[in-house]
């Protein structure tokens, strides 16, 4: 027994049909297709946006880290000099109280020396005494101003008086009545001194 084909027979109303749902879909593709781009460069924008910001993120962060790392370092550095002056003066004030029992100490040995009857003993004791502070002050950099025969210096000596005399160009310094010290280069004390001046002239000394 034979089988029977079934032949179907497309007509020309069905292929106009099938090319009209093929042209209605072609613009629905397209109009996907570039929504689908639109979504895709917004996205990329919106990325690239945020990764600006965040670059200039990271750069603020990183210019605010340097920043913060001078400040420390300077900090340090500051600190460190403090320290070291407080070290180098911390000791200020007793040793410039100590200067007075120095005056004392030279001035009795000075009077001593100028008596006729003098106890040696007594002076050796003083000078003694004298020289173990002085070995101090010397450990502590404490060192006398020399001011005999120098420029008189407002920053390291007191004018107690001045003296007319043609021996020192003026305002120099020709006697101390009080010895000036430095706390290594600090003043600890200044000298007080006595100041050349010119001698006067006067009309007798002219006629001479």
Known sequence: MSQKKKIKIKTDTEETATDQ??????????????????????????????????????????????????????????????MEEFRKF???SLLKEMLTVVDNLELAISSSNDG?????????????????????????HVKPIEARGKPFDPAFHEAVMREETDDY????????????????DRLLRPAMTVVAMPKTTTPEDKDQ
Not at 58 to 65: G, H, M, N, Q, S
Not at 128 to 136: A, H
């Open 21 to 82: 749902e093929t042209e209605e879909q072609a613009p629905a593709d397209d109009n996907l297709l570039k929504s689908k781009t639109r979504d895709a460069e917004t996205a990329l924008k919106e990325m690239e946006a945020k990764y600006e910001a965040k670059e200039e993120e990271a750069r603020e962060t990183y210019d605010r880290l340097l920043r913060v790392s001078a400040d420390f370092e300077n900090y340090k550095k500051r600190a460190a000099r403090e």
């Open 90 to 92: 911390a000791n200020q």
């Open 116 to 140: 006729e009857k003098t106890d040696q003993g007594l002076i050796e004791g003083l000078n003694l005494t004298l020289n173990e502070i002085l070995k101090v002050f010397e450990k502590f």
């Open 169 to 184: 160009p003026e305002n120099t310094v020709i006697s101390e009545f009080q010895k000036g010290y430095l706390i290594h």
